[in-house]
């Protein structure tokens, strides 16, 4: 029987992308008020620098990737000496504009009625700084103390520590199969994927149940078929 939810926090309960774009678009609009050099540089080339660093510090912080890709941005508009005043500015808009989708406050509050509730992430978006303060029992965000990011297995054992209850008791709730239904899967979780864009699922990928938005999660929970013993 599942006693345990526990989400992924970006692009599951929280709208990351119109903050993380926020975000962006204050920085671009100050360094084109330091210098006229930035106004060669447009919204897009900041977006893709994002990906240009991605790959080689995919396992650093999040906050380190995102510094990174300022850099990047701004030694377009020779700016590099500003990077720590605008990335302070870019982290101040991103949270400043993060917040739950709509549906996520009205599930939390039903689901808390059955489940204990957690919030684990690679990510930096902190719960009380993103609408969600008070919402869970627990938080594990990937590097603190060491943690290492999913699909690390440590990453999910640090979620069932938390639990305090055996992995067949937890569900995983997220939007990456990789990280939020294959990774749990494997540890002894069941993995939910939440497709809210009504994206294919990928060859191989089985999740234990697939919603496209969280009203839909009790009904898929009560649905799911029980744990057979080993």
Request: aromatic letters at 6%; one cysteine or more.
């Amino acid at each position: 029987m599942l006693t345990v939810l526990v989400f992924d926090a970006d692009e599951t309960l929280l709208d990351l992308r119109p903050a993380v774009t926020g975000g962006l678009v204050a920085v671009l609009e100050e360094m084109r008020l330091l210098t006229p050099a930035a106004a060669e540089v447009s919204l897009a080339d900041l977006e893709s620098d994002w990906g240009a660093v991605f790959g080689a510090m995919s396992a650093a912080p999040v906050q380190e990737i995102r510094r990174a890709a300022l850099a990047r941005s701004l030694a377009r508009a020779g700016l590099a000496e500003r990077l720590d005043e605008l990335a302070a500015l870019f982290f101040a808009r991103r949270f400043a504009l993060t917040r739950p989708y709509p549906d996520v406050l009205p599930a939390l509050a039903t689901l808390r009625r059955r489940f204990r509730l957690g919030y684990a992430t690679n990510g930096n978006s902190r719960a009380e700084r993103c609408g969600l303060a008070g919402e869970f029992a627990f938080e594990r965000y990937a590097h603190d103390d060491g943690l290492p990011k999913k699909p690390d297995p440590g990453f999910y054992a640090a979620v069932i520590e938390a639990a305090g209850v055996p992995a067949e008791q937890i569900a995983y709730v997220g939007d990456s199969p990789a990280h939020d239904v294959v990774g749990p899967q494997r540890a002894g979780l069941r993995g939910i994927w939440l497709n809210r864009l009504g994206l294919p699922c990928p060859p191989g990928v089985r999740p234990d149940a697939e919603i496209a938005g969280l009203a839909a999660l009790p009904a898929a929970l009560a649905a799911l078929q029980p744990v057979k013993a080993g």
